[in-house]
Nanobody, 127 residues
Framework: QVQLVESGGGSVQAGGSLRLSCAAS????????????MVWFRQAPGKEREGVAT????????NYADSVKGRFFISQDITKNTLYLQMSSLQPGDSAMYYC????????????????WGQGTEVTVSS
């Protein structure tokens, strides 16, 4: 099993920044953490869940949604078992519940490819 706990959400004005964190733990994580695909998703009310950014723990290769390229940066600190999402130049359209997830499929932004999910942290961007 892999347990994921997000933090760092909050309210910010447009143009501001936030850094989200996702702490990973559990038996499966401890034994296979070197070979996980980690991802951030977001879901706004009434909208589908959208993949934002993903990273492969082995080599830190990354993939981003076009909507956040150049503004968001995904990173990891394996020593702390933590995934991060640095968000800059935030816009009201970035307001959503943000979830981290883990899987062992590929560097994809599709929710179907991820098995383990956190409970989410809310981000609100005001204009």
């Amino acid at each position: 099993q892999v347990q994921l706990v997000e933090s760092g959400g909050g309210s910010v004005q447009a143009g501001g920044s936030l850094r989200l964190s996702c702490a990973a733990s559990g038996y499966t994580w401890r034994h296979y953490y070197k070979a996980f695909y980690m991802v951030w998703f977001r879901q706004a009310p009434g909208k589908e869940r959208e993949g934002v950014a993903t990273i492969y723990t082995v080599d830190s290769s990354r993939n981003y949604a076009d909507s956040v390229k150049g503004r968001f940066f995904i990173s990891q600190d394996i020593t702390k078992n933590t995934l991060y999402l640095q968000m800059s130049s935030l816009q009201p359209g970035d307001s959503a519940m943000y979830y981290c997830a883990a899987g062992r499929s590929s560097l994809t932004l599709s929710p179907d490819d991820y098995v383990y999910w956190g409970q989410g942290t809310e981000v609100t961007v005001s204009s």
